[in-house]
């Protein structure tokens, strides 16, 4: 019983490990791609604003934003909301600065 317990355990940590890293692994792909600008410049580039991005980011995951900010990822202007749901988990949205599309990991 005992070597079954472990084993069980070591294929759930062998299982956590390997989605954690295919999530980390997966890239964010927005529309407005980014070389070198300033963070002034990164606002006039945004198309859309910080309230519509917090509004579609808890519309989404019906929730509130507890935290938001413009940011790069991966080379694209997006919006990081952290949005706390119903089921008081913290989740983070990220919202494309150009077209307001809430966006998902990419391959």
Known sequence: ???????????????VFAAS???????????????GQTDSERLKLAKISLVDA??????????????????EENGFLVFSVEVLGKDQ????VY????????LKPVR
């Open 89 to 92: 988990r913290k989740r983070k």
């Open 54 to 71: 917090i509004q579609k980011a808890t519309k989404k995951n019906n929730g509130k934003a507890t935290e938001a900010e413009l940011e």
């Open 95 to 102: 919202v494309d600065a150009g077209t307001g599309e809430i």
């Open 1 to 15: 019983m005992r070597h079954v317990t472990k084993t069980l355990f070591q294929l759930v940590c062998i299982s």
């Open 21 to 35: 890293y295919a999530f980390a692994d997966a890239k964010l792909k927005g529309t407005i791609k980014l070389s």
